[in-house]
């Protein structure tokens, strides 16, 4: 499975936030009778908060990351296939198995 760097993700993603605060704004427009409200701050207040979990983004990320790159999954079949559907089972399977083994490391001790 080809996944791109952290670095060209993360890149990606800025550029993608930055963009996304016009669409943001956009729907911050809150239709009512008369002319249109706009909260121009919360445009302001979005995008400085996506740019600022960017590392929190690419940390979170790694470990899936790092899952889905060893994955050894069986080539593609065509549409509809069976196998496709086996190879999908284990992509999830594989996440899933993350998602728990990080939970349970996170999980306070003590009880």
């Not at 993700?9 to 704004?25: E, I, M, P, Q, V």
């Not at 009778?33 to 302001?44: C, F, K, N, S, Y």
């Not at 899936?64 to 999830?92: C, E, F, H, Q, T």
Request: glycine share 6%; aromatic share 6%; charged share 30%.
């Amino acid at each position: 499975m080809k996944i791109k760097t952290p670095r060209t993700l993360k890149k990606k993603w800025a550029r993608h936030t930055a963009d996304a605060a016009s669409n943001y704004l956009a729907g911050c427009a809150l239709p009512r009778r008369g002319p249109a409200i706009v909260d121009e701050e919360a445009a302001v207040k979005f995008q400085a908060a996506a740019a600022a979990a960017g590392g929190a983004w690419a940390r979170g990320w790694a470990p899936y990351r790092d899952v889905l790159l060893k994955l050894k999954l069986p080539p593609r079949r065509k549409r509809g296939s069976k196998a496709n559907v086996r190879r999908i089972a284990m992509v999830v399977n594989a996440l899933h198995k993350e998602k728990l083994r990080r939970r349970k490391l996170l999980e306070p001790t003590g009880h």
